[in-house]
């Protein structure tokens, strides 16, 4: 059973930085694929930054070049660091991890940017 603790998540105002957590346990962290997602009010989950067990990364264009995933094998975690934060980034954002076609689902944690 692959178990997700996530955390980092609240309120912030626009412009403004936040950095999530997503700590794996259940699993042998270091092989699976691993992705942050989001989940708006009433809008399809999306994917919106990814990074395979080699360490490659990718993006939704909506996010380029403001948020950063990154993992830390040692720790079993996974990290979002979010700059440069807007309104429509509001959302639940969930930890997945990925082994195969099988797809584990952390929580979810609220991310609210406004002032």
């Known amino acids: 059973q692959v178990q997700f603790v996530e955390s980092g998540g609240g309120l912030v105002q626009p412009g403004g930085s936040l950095r999530l957590s997503c700590a794996v346990s259940g699993g042998i962290f270091s092989i699976f694929g691993m992705g942050w997602y989001r989940q708006a009010p009433g809008k399809a989950r999306e994917l919106v930054a990814g990074?395979?067990?080699?360490?490659?990364?990718n993006y939704a264009d909506s996010v380029k070049g403001r948020f950063t995933i990154s993992r830390d094998n040692a720790k079993n975690t996974l990290y979002l660091q979010m700059n440069s934060l807007k309104p429509e980034d509001t959302a639940v954002y969930y930890c997945?991890?990925?082994?195969?076609?099988?797809?584990?689902w952390g929580q979810g944690t609220q991310i609210t940017v406004s002032s």
């Open positions: 997945s991890a990925q082994l195969g076609n099988v797809h584990y």
């Open positions: 990074i395979t067990s080699s360490a490659s990364t």
